[in-house]
C-alpha cells in the first residue's frame, strides 16, 4: 500500500516570497503523484500531475514540483506567492497498477500574509 | 474542461432524518464516482467507490447501510446518509473519473458541509 506525509501542517508566509510545501511518499511499486489545492468550502482543484518523463512539472497558478525518486518526495514550488494562494494543499500518490484510487496527504494550509 | 456538479452545498437536518447528496458530471460520462469525507483540518477520506450500473465498494470501516450510494446512471450518483446523526456532521466530497485510465485525474465536487443539529 502507498501512503503520502506532508510534513508541514502550516506554512506562513509573506507576499510575493517563495514557497516551498514537502510531501513524501512511500510505495513499493512505481507511482504516481499529485497536488490538488482546495480553497474553502470547495472541492479539490488538480493543481499539477508527474506520470512519467521529465521529473519537474509545472501546473497551473506558477506551482511547480519536482519528483525525486531517490528521496521519494515531490515538493511543490512557487516563486512568489500571492493572497489569492492562501488555500489548502493536498499531495496524493496513486500506483501504476490496480485501480489508480489515490491516496491523499493531510493536506498544508498555506497562509499568505501581506 | 470537465465538471462535477455536487448539490447541495450545504443542508441542515434533525437527528434521525436522512439526507441525500447528488453528484453529477456535467459534461462527461463517470462509469467511476468517489465519495470522501473531510473532517476538520484532515485529509480526505475515500469512503466508498461508485460503479455505474453496479454495487459500491466501500473502504473498511464504512457502514454500507448508513451511507447508500446509488450511481444509476453515467452522470448521476448519490449518497444517501440514512439516520443522520451528529456525529454525521461533515464535509463531503463527491469525485469523479472518465475511464480507467491514470491520465485522467479527478474532477471534484464543490462539496456538501452536512450538520446534524
Known amino acids: 500500500a502507498q501512503s503520502v506525509t506532508q510534513l508541514d501542517s502550516q506554512v506562513p508566509v509573506f507576499e510575493e516570497a517563495p514557497v516551498e510545501l514537502r510531501c513524501n511518499y512511500s510505495?513499493?511499486?512505481?507511482?504516481?503523484l499529485f497536488w490538488y489545492v482546495q480553497y474553502p468550502n470547495q472541492g479539490l482543484q488538480l493543481l499539477l500531475k508527474?506520470?512519467?518523463?521529465?521529473?519537474l512539472v509545472k501546473g497551473i497558478n506558477g506551482f511547480e514540483a519536482e519528483f525525486n525518486k531517490s528521496q521519494t518526495s515531490f515538493h511543490l514550488r512557487k516563486p512568489s506567492v500571492h493572497i489569492s494562494d492562501t488555500a489548502e494543499y493536498f499531495c496524493a500518490v496513486s500506483t501504476t497498477g490496480g485501480s489508480y484510487i489515490p491516496t491523499f496527504g493531510r493536506g498544508t494550509s498555506l497562509i499568505v500574509h501581506p | 474542461g470537465a465538471v462535477v456538479s455536487q448539490h447541495p452545498s450545504r443542508v441542515i437536518c434533525k437527528s434521525g432524518t436522512s439526507v441525500k447528496i447528488e453528484c453529477r458530471s456535467l459534461d462527461f460520462q463517470a462509469t467511476t464516482m468517489f465519495w470522501y469525507r473531510q473532517f476538520p483540518k484532515q485529509s480526505l477520506m475515500l469512503m466508498a467507490t461508485?460503479?455505474?450500473?453496479?454495487?459500491?465498494?466501500?473502504e473498511q470501516g464504512v457502514e454500507k447501510d448508513k451511507f447508500l450510494i446509488n450511481h444509476a446512471s453515467l452522470t448521476l450518483s448519490t449518497l444517501t446518509v440514512t439516520s443522520a446523526h451528529p456525529e454525521d456532521s461533515s464535509f463531503y466530497i463527491c469525485?469523479?473519473?472518465?475511464?480507467?485510465?491514470?491520465?485522467?485525474?479527478?474532477?471534484f465536487g464543490n462539496g456538501t458541509r452536512l450538520t446534524v443539529t
Open positions: 510505495s513499493s511499486v512505481s507511482v504516481y
Open positions: 469525485s469523479a473519473r472518465g475511464g480507467s485510465s491514470y491520465n485522467s485525474p479527478l474532477h
Open positions: 508527474y506520470l512519467s518523463g521529465s521529473t
Open positions: 461508485s460503479n455505474e450500473g453496479s454495487k459500491a465498494t466501500y
